[in-house]
């Protein structure tokens, strides 16, 4: 196929110039307009590669097309045409975006090496923007550890998800990597170049929140001397991570809905709506279903949060992914604190890959951390000598099971030894919370959910703690 001609609008009012250039230059297609305002139509309308465009010209002069030009919405370099003494036209024309000048008279050789100049420095800079593209989807994927077929799963439900608007619900433990999950979709979607805002509901006091995520008047309150824009508003245009959205006040989440729906708030103290446009993503380690079920999470927000879940596996279920993490977090580390990167030995690894991992992939991060920078590796047996239980996942298998605490019968049991004090400790625990809930069901004529109520723990807690005890209503 013949490569189409490279398309140059002229903007002069002295027609010899079009007439010359296109004589003396075949390679290129030119196109011509005899004032600015016939230019800037032309623009739009003739869809130029580069433009032409001499200082002088009666009506409006070529630095007035320039600057009318600059409001043209990714319009082509602009090269001037200069007479001889015109110096000041020339700086002010650069000041104003232009990408070279030429004077006048000139030679049509001179012209062309301007304008393959001009090309060439245009593919370069495209070249730079596909590749700094391409680098930062690629740094986007090197926080996501993990080729199991769990993550393998969710990174391909973030490369499917990431380009749309839809919100996002992102569940899991505590020290799964949501954060870097959100971070991903937003880095793969087409708001990557615009603000990334992480807002912890949890970190901040309750009657902060609301002032931090939608900002405040002048006035609104004592100490609001003058306005505030809230988080939702510096994340105009881009993403707005709302960490720990399980424990967003009640009171909050009506507003909140309100940004879903409407993509508007009014901020605190104020009567006029701010309009934003902001992607919403959310994360969770709280089972949201069993907050809905307690009246403290509103069903509605639910639905238009959860309109894409990602669940994010505890580690403990993708053991295989160990290595790849501690093979990361070892360069990471020992290239942050300038150490010699060593492999940990088998044995080592065999420890780990038999742990349960309760703090999940922060818990391991921390480890190796450890590891580097004093450079011993019996770190490791002197935390698996501590006794951790496997923790109860706040989900089960399906996502839906919420579980508040470790068994205290596994707790006990993690030490042989029988004079230990955290051996005692934990067996007495488990002995009290077992004879509790055994009374406990006897007064509710084991009604598993009543009973459940009263202990002030979740259902599936309950079916746990009297499956560890070995509980059932004939004894």
Same mark, same amino acid.
């Not at 000041?88 to 104003?96: C, F, P, Q, T």
């Not at 030679?107 to 090309?119: A, F, Q, R, T």
């Not at 839809?166 to 990597?177: D, F, K, Q």
């Not at 109520?453 to 703690?465: Q, T, V």
């Given at each position: 196929?013949?490569?189409d001609?490279?398309?140059?609008?002229?903007?002069?009012?002295?027609p010899?110039?079009s007439?010359?250039?296109?004589?003396?230059?075949?390679?290129?297609?030119?196109?011509?307009?005899?004032?600015?305002?016939?230019?800037?139509?032309?623009?739009?309308?003739?869809?130029?590669?580069?433009?032409?465009?001499?200082?002088?010209?009666?009506?409006m002069?070529?630095?007035?097309?320039?600057?009318?030009?600059?409001?043209?919405q990714?319009?082509?370099?602009?090269?001037?045409?200069?007479?001889?003494?015109?110096?000041?036209?020339?700086?002010?024309?650069?000041?104003?975006g232009?990408?070279?000048?030429?004077?006048?008279?000139?030679?049509?050789?001179?012209?062309?090496?301007?304008?393959?100049?001009?090309?060439?420095?245009?593919?370069?800079?495209?070249?730079?923007?596909?590749?700094?593209?391409?680098?930062?989807?690629?740094?986007?994927?090197?926080?996501?550890?993990?080729?199991?077929?769990?993550?393998?799963?969710?990174?391909?439900?973030?490369?499917?998800?990431?380009?749309?608007?839809?919100?996002?619900?992102?569940?899991?433990e505590?020290?799964?990597?949501?954060?870097?999950? *959100?971070?991903?979709?937003?880095?793969?979607?087409t708001?990557?170049?615009?603000?990334?805002?992480k807002?912890?509901?949890? *970190?901040?006091?309750?009657?902060?929140l609301?002032?931090?995520?939608?900002?405040?008047?002048?006035?609104?309150?004592?100490?609001?001397?003058?306005?505030?824009?809230?988080?939702?508003?510096?994340?105009?245009?881009?993403?707005?991570f709302?960490?720990?959205?399980?424990?967003?006040?009640?009171?909050?989440?009506?507003?909140?809905?309100?940004?879903?729906?409407?993509?508007?708030?009014?901020?605190?103290?104020?009567?006029?709506?701010?309009?934003?446009?902001?992607?919403?993503?959310?994360?969770?380690?709280?089972?949201?279903?069993?907050?809905?079920?307690?009246?403290?999470?509103r069903?509605?927000?639910? !639905?238009?949060l959860?309109?894409?879940?990602?669940?994010?596996?505890?580690?403990?279920?993708?053991?295989?992914?160990?290595?790849?993490?501690?093979?990361?977090?070892?360069?990471?580390?020992?290239?942050? !604190?300038?150490?010699?990167?060593?492999?940990?030995?088998?044995?080592?690894?065999?420890?780990?890959?038999?742990f349960?991992?309760p703090?999940?992939?922060?818990?391991?991060?921390?480890?190796?951390?450890?590891?580097?920078?004093?450079?011993?590796?019996?770190?490791?047996?002197?935390?698996?000598?501590?006794? !951790?239980?496997?923790?109860?996942s706040?989900?089960n298998?399906?996502?839906?099971?919420?579980?508040?605490?470790?068994?205290?019968?596994?707790?006990?049991?993690?030490?042989?030894?029988?004079?230990?004090?955290?051996?005692?400790?934990?067996?007495?625990?488990?002995?009290?919370?077992?004879?509790?809930?055994?009374?406990?069901?006897t007064?509710?004529?084991?009604?598993?959910?009543?009973?459940?109520?009263?202990?002030?723990i979740?259902?599936?807690?309950?079916? !746990?703690?009297?499956?560890?005890?070995?509980?059932?209503?004939?004894?």
């Amino acid at each position: 196929m013949k490569k189409d001609k490279t398309k140059v609008l002229i903007i002069d009012d002295d027609p010899k110039v079009s007439w010359i250039l296109g004589e003396g230059l075949a390679e290129f297609e030119f196109v011509s307009a005899r004032d600015g305002i016939e230019g800037i139509q032309m623009v739009s309308t003739e869809k130029p590669d580069l433009i032409l465009l001499d200082i002088k010209m009666p009506g409006m002069t070529g630095l007035e097309v320039l600057e009318k030009l600059n409001r043209v919405q990714n319009r082509p370099e602009v090269i001037m045409l200069s007479g001889q003494g015109e110096t000041k036209n020339i700086v002010e024309s650069m000041r104003l975006g232009a990408a070279e000048f030429i004077n006048k008279p000139f030679d049509v050789k001179e012209v062309e090496i301007h304008l393959n100049n001009i090309l060439e420095k245009g593919r370069l800079r495209q070249e730079l923007k596909t590749l700094k593209s391409e680098l930062k989807s690629r740094n986007q994927y090197e926080q996501f550890i993990g080729d199991s077929t769990k993550m393998m799963q969710v990174k391909s439900i973030i490369e499917q998800v990431a380009p749309s608007e839809l919100t996002v619900l992102i569940r899991g433990e505590s020290g799964t990597g949501k954060e870097i999950v *959100a971070r991903m979709l937003h880095g793969l979607s087409t708001r990557s170049e615009e603000p990334f805002t992480k807002v912890n509901c949890a *970190a901040i006091p309750r009657d902060l929140l609301e002032a931090e995520l939608f900002g405040y008047e002048k006035g609104a309150f004592t100490g609001a001397h003058k306005q505030k824009p809230g988080r939702f508003e510096v994340a105009n245009k881009g993403s707005i991570f709302l960490d720990e959205i399980g424990d967003m006040p009640l009171e909050l989440q009506s507003k909140l809905l309100q940004v879903l729906e409407q993509q508007e708030f009014v901020r605190v103290g104020g009567i006029h709506n701010v309009h934003v446009d902001v992607r919403i993503i959310c994360a969770t380690n709280k089972n949201l279903e069993e907050a809905i079920r307690r009246q403290q999470f509103r069903d509605d927000l639910f !639905y238009r949060l959860n309109e894409i879940s990602i669940f994010l596996p505890p580690l403990r279920q993708r053991q295989e992914d160990i290595p790849l993490l501690v093979s990361h977090f070892i360069q990471r580390y020992c290239s942050l !604190y300038q150490k010699e990167t060593q492999a940990l030995s088998q044995e080592t690894m065999s420890r780990l890959l038999q742990f349960t991992w309760p703090g999940n992939v922060r818990q391991l991060e921390n480890l190796i951390k450890q590891i580097v920078v004093r450079g011993d590796e019996t770190i490791v047996f002197d935390m698996l000598s501590n006794g !951790y239980a496997e923790p109860e996942s706040p989900y089960n298998i399906a996502n839906e099971a919420f579980v508040e605490t470790h068994s205290p019968v596994a707790i006990a049991a993690a030490s042989d030894n029988a004079f230990s004090l955290k051996h005692r400790v934990g067996t007495a625990i488990a002995n009290e919370e077992k004879k509790l809930i055994a009374e406990v069901l006897t007064k509710t004529n084991w009604n598993r959910r009543k009973a459940a109520d009263l202990l002030e723990i979740s259902y599936r807690s309950l079916l !746990y703690k009297i499956k560890d005890y070995n509980l059932n209503s004939s004894k």
